[in-house]
């Protein structure tokens, strides 16, 4: 199993601005997602960061929007920037376990409302 | 790439009756199928899962069942309780960690 802290856990940010979420794993992993959820819908996928490359973005997400860092194995963040009210969301991060099954872990989230 | 579908999208049973969601897939290379439940507020987590070599797998009152060809499966819950409910959501993953989630479903066990 793996144990995921994220924070913070919630903020409320004015729209123009930007809000670094962070990652820590108590196991190094090679690659972490990090998803979207919005208010009573599923896990959109926004990018997968693997260390020592650059994140690889799924489709309506731009690094320049998502910049995601991936300094080491244990650690990674998601910046939401420019914020628009639009942005209000859960964000999450998640890591597989390695092995056969890929069991996912995801962190408790951060609630971003923008304002 | 792999589009998960998910239903119903709300389910509403009688406390002690069957719960059954179902989800299909369209990635035939998707092989590990894993169902989450995630309460109000919290995380995902993990409740049951299969891998495609597999037809049915059970855990106590939860069962999950795979039809490969049909790339169809479902998630059974029976003698439901209030604590069952939350929102489900099934997935379906690549050997190169590709996991789709569907769209989720709401159960409420009303008791």
């Known amino acids: 199993s793996a144990v995921i802290s994220q924070k913070p856990s919630r903020d409320i940010c004015q729209r123009g601005t930007s809000l670094t979420i962070q990652c820590q794993v108590d196991?190094?992993?090679?690659?972490m997602f990090w998803y979207r959820q919005q208010p009573g819908q599923s896990l959109t996928l926004i990018a997968t960061a693997n260390q020592g490359s650059e994140a690889t973005y799924e489709s309506g997400f731009v690094i320049d929007k998502f910049p995601i860092s991936r300094p080491n194995l244990t650690f990674s963040t998601l910046t939401v920037s420019n914020m628009s009210p639009e942005d209000s969301s859960i964000y999450l991060c998640?890591?597989?376990?390695?092995?056969?099954?890929?069991?996912?872990?995801f962190g408790q989230g951060t609630r971003l409302t923008v304002v | 790439g792999e589009n998960v579908e998910q239903h119903p999208s709300t389910l509403s049973v009688q406390e002690g009756d069957s719960a059954v969601i179902k989800c299909t897939y369209s990635d035939s290379a998707s092989n590990y199928f894993p169902w989450y439940k995630q309460e109000l507020g919290k995380r995902p987590q993990l409740i049951i899962d299969i891998r495609s070599n597999v037809g049915e797998k059970k855990d106590q009152r939860i069962a999950v069942t795979l039809n490969k060809t049909a790339k169809h499966f479902s998630l059974h819950i029976t003698e439901t309780q209030p604590e069952d409910s939350a929102v489900y959501f099934c997935a379906a993953s690549t050997e190169n960690n590709d996991m789709r989630f569907g769209a989720g479903t709401r159960l409420t066990v009303k008791p």
């Open positions: 196991s190094q992993v090679t690659m």
């Open positions: 998640s890591v597989h376990s390695s092995g056969r099954d890929t069991e996912a872990f």
